[in-house]
């Protein structure tokens, strides 16, 4: 395993009474892929969500325990900063109402960055990024909502990776697209991994299989299981992790 | 960094907060301006003689402030434009919700915004025009201009809102209570008497008391049609002062006591818009319980 | 099949109906044709273009649109920032449930306070200290509009969805700057509609203007006019008609504000069929 980039240590997460995540501690590696598995409302998003401090938006959370970022404690250092840093792409692609550019060039732009040369540059280096850009190039002024729903999704991994981020968080990114743009997905983000340190939340174990490199399991607010893909899957350490990954639930 | 970006953010809030208590604000300078302006003349003259004296004569050598006269012309007058208004607003919106072609529908949503949209001015205008001469040779009286006509008015006037709630009522009603009642052989004319108008009674009391509040506070048109003199409203034919318009009359050349006695005015007028105020948030609470 | 008890009350009931919604129909073409066919006729250049005086007996109402464009202007100025601000902080920032509650119980109480009632409260508080002068009127007008503003942009700030929010704090944007990029372009449907439905409601306004703007029919630039007395139109329609027996301007003021309505009516649904529309993309 490559050098932890975040840690978390016993977090615990309350949605106002009911318990979301109970006492999760777990290593994330840099540029690699891990999958977060497991049947819906078992905490996956809660917890992707809480590495980039997005649960701050909902009224009545409540977070104990530490998660850090670079040996820092993300609920001390400044919020903009650590989701600049801690990119993240969502379930359903959700670019904003405005030009191809202007989408690129939010991030940069949100982040002090005016020169119109310079944007450029980022704004075809991230499309370049995210396969893209051959795509785009032409219409670059159009309006982002033009787009279809693959392409839409892939322009919001670009829009993630204009700020520069060190980590990319993904919340089933694939699960409102076709195969065929599940696919080309799969393939962009296989890529990243040599740039980028990944974590992705998914309800589909065949996609957890083919590009993680260690999947956590979550079961109801616990994390039952974390290791290497090939093994979680091949030689399951709990009775639960079978359960699940032989589709006896979920 | 950290705390700079924090600062900002938190004065940007500030900001928005005082943006957002302005209302909360105009209401209490409102409530407050009214109420300090508005009880040194009940003080002096004295509560009961001020609400139930029954002459109202601010200047005459002996003046007498008594607002009964005005407080049961605008009783009257907005019962009476109730009366008027409502069944022929809720027959309308009714027509409209239900029954009505889709392009009819459209047509006529068009003609009863455009009502709403008509200043009260043009209101008296037409009122004192059309309405003041039809009456005084209809019933051939020396004038026409009072009580009646300003009903008239009143119940024109409040008439688009009337049907735009209780449209937005009717066609809150599920469909699925509409179907259970065609089913059983109901037509749908009974269907939406008997199932549709019940169901959608608290949006429609509310369009009531929005059209009571209307009507009780209107004051140009009134002025224009209703002859303004304080008289006991004993008939229809009769010269009358609302409560808007007795301030409205004498402001602008009012002084000392007589003044002060109008502010009073406005307070129980105010008062009176309260009370339908908290009439009404019932009965919009009542149709979202559900 | 049918009583005779049933088919009484179903031709009752249609009857009764189609009565009702011939009679809202009859009395609104007739209310806009009796007021075009008095007014139109004494629309003259001359009426429009020159201001009243006693000396050669004209009478102009140059002045009064003047009045009324200076008005809509500085009510709006200044209703603007103070219904959306209100609005953003009710979506986006209030946190407390209760005090939204208070808010919005304040405006709807505000929306329910009659005109002369504004007029009075508007003389004590703007026109004691500023002079009766259109600013005062303006001012009196910001309070009773400021709900109009508030409602409309928070029902359109309800309609941007959560997803432009969440992406642009994934981005690492503060708050003010997710607000300022992303939230408030999405509402400018709202916003205008409350607009023109202030226009509206200042153009027909008149019990809250006669005793904080006054009634003069000076001819005034739009700084000097703000801190001048000066009459609107629906004041003047009233003063010419209820004042100075001059019926004929009456009408002719009362056609230009029949007109006027009518086009804002149409900017209303004009505006929400388009944006209805661009938002179906």
């Known amino acids: 395993m490559n050098r932890p980039v975040i840690t978390v240590n016993g977090l615990n997460l309350w949605y106002g009474q009911t318990q979301a995540l109970k006492n999760i501690s777990l290593d994330i590696p840099e540029k690699s892929i891990t999958a977060l598995i497991g049947p819906s409302g078992c905490g996956k998003s809660t917890f992707l969500k809480t590495l980039n401090r997005m649960n701050d938006l909902v009224p009545g959370v409540r977070i104990t325990g530490s998660v850090c970022y670079e040996g820092q404690d993300i609920f001390e250092t400044n919020v903009n900063q650590l989701r600049k840093e801690v990119g993240m792409v969502f379930q359903k692609p959700n670019p904003f109402p405005m030009s191809i550019y202007n989408n690129i060039a939010y991030g940069p732009r949100t982040h002090g960055i005016t020169n119109r040369q310079e944007l450029d540059e980022i704004v075809e280096k991230a499309l370049r990024g995210a396969a893209i850009w051959d795509e785009v190039k032409d219409r670059l002024k159009k309006n982002a909502l033009g787009l279809s729903g693959g392409p839409q999704q892939r322009l919001c991994i670009a829009r993630a990776l204009a700020v520069q981020p060190k980590v990319l968080l993904m919340d089933e990114p694939t699960s409102a697209l076709d195969p065929i743009a599940t696919s080309r997905i799969e393939d962009l983000v296989m890529e990243l991994k040599s740039q980028y340190t990944i974590v992705i939340v998914t309800h589909n174990m065949q996609q957890a299989v083919r590009i993680s490199d260690q999947t956590a399991f979550f079961l109801l607010g616990d994390l039952v299981e974390y290791a290497e893909t090939e093994k979680l899957f091949s030689q399951p350490g709990d009775k639960r992790t079978e359960e699940y990954i032989t589709g006896r639930f979920g | 960094m950290k705390s700079k970006t924090n600062l900002f953010e938190t004065i940007v809030h500030g900001i928005f907060l005082v943006l957002g208590l302005i209302t909360v604000g105009c209401v209490l300078l409102i409530t407050i301006y009214l109420i300090i302006s508005g009880i040194p003349a009940i003080r002096e003259i004295g509560l009961l003689d001020f609400l139930f004296g029954d002459t109202w004569a601010s200047t005459a050598a002996q003046p007498q402030y008594g607002i009964l006269p005005f407080i049961l012309t605008s009783i009257y007058g907005t019962a009476g434009a109730i009366l008027l208004g409502v069944p022929v607003g809720f027959l309308t919106a009714m027509y409209l919700a239900k029954m009505a072609p889709k392009r009819a529908k459209s047509v006529m949503e068009q003609a009863v915004s455009l009502l709403a949209g008509i200043p009260s001015v043009v209101y008296g205008l037409v009122g004192m025009m059309v309405l003041v001469p039809g009456i005084r040779s209809l019933f051939h009286i020396p004038d026409g201009a009072g009580l009646l006509a300003a009903i008239v008015v009143l119940a024109v006037m409040i008439l688009p809102s009337i049907i735009k709630m209780s449209i937005t009522a009717l066609e809150a009603v599920p469909k699925e209570y509409e179907d259970a009642s065609l089913a059983l052989g109901a037509t749908p004319e009974e269907t939406y008497f008997r199932v549709s108008a019940p169901a959608a009674k608290s949006g429609i009391a509310a369009a009531v008391v929005l059209g009571v509040g209307r009507a009780i506070g209107e004051a140009m048109a009134v002025m224009m049609v209703a002859g303004n003199a304080a008289n006991m409203p004993d008939s229809l034919f009769q010269s009358v002062r609302f409560l808007t318009t007795a301030v409205a009359s004498e402001m602008s050349y009012s002084s000392g006591l007589q003044r002060q006695a109008l502010f009073s005015i406005a307070l129980v007028l105010f008062l009176f818009i309260m009370l339908i105020n908290a009439a009404l948030n019932f009965f919009l609470k009542g149709e979202k319980k559900p | ?281």
């Not at chain 3, 009752?12 to 006729?41: D, H, N, S």
């Not at chain 3, 700057?177 to 226009?199: A, E, K, M, N, Q």
């Not at chain 3, 003047?236 to 002719?252: D, H, T």
């Open chain 3, 1 to 281: 099949m049918i009583s005779n008890r049933r088919r009484l009350f179903l031709w009752t009931v249609r009857g009764g109906m189609y009565l009702a919604a011939a009679l809202t129909g009859i009395l609104t073409l007739f209310l806009v044709g009796y007021v075009m066919a008095k007014g139109i006729p004494n629309i003259t250049w001359q009426l429009i273009s020159t201001k009243p005086s006693y000396l050669s007996g004209n009478i102009g109402i140059l002045p009064d649109i003047l009045n009324t464009l200076y008005v809509v202007i500085a009510s709006l100025a200044i209703v603007l920032p103070l219904g959306v601000g209100a609005a953003v902080y009710l979506t986006e920032y209030a946190s407390s449930k209760r005090l939204v509650g208070v808010i919005e119980y304040a405006a709807e109480a505000l929306s329910g306070i009659p005109s002369i009632i504004y007029g009075l409260v508007g003389m004590l508080m703007f026109s004691n200290n500023f002079g009766t002068c259109l600013l005062s009127g303006a001012l009196t007008l910001v309070i009773m509009n400021l709900p109009t503003i508030m409602r409309n942009t928070q029902e359109s700030l309800k309609t941007v969805p959560q997803a432009y929010r969440e992406g642009a704090f994934g981005l690492g944007a503060g708050k003010w700057r997710v607000v300022r990029t992303v939230v408030l372009p999405g509402c400018i449907d709202g916003v205008l509609t409350g607009c023109i439905l202030s226009v509206g409601r200042i153009l027909g306004e008149s019990a809250a203007l006669l005793f904080t703007a006054g009634f003069a029919h000076a001819l005034n630039g739009f700084w000097d006019g703000l801190s001048s007395a000066g009459a609107t139109l629906t004041v003047a329609l009233y003063v010419y008609a209820k004042e100075q027996g001059e019926f004929g301007v009456a009408f002719a003021i009362a056609a230009i504000l029949m007109v006027l309505s009518l086009l804002i009516n149409l900017a209303a649904v004009l505006v929400t069929k388009y944006f209805q529309r661009r938002n179906a993309v």
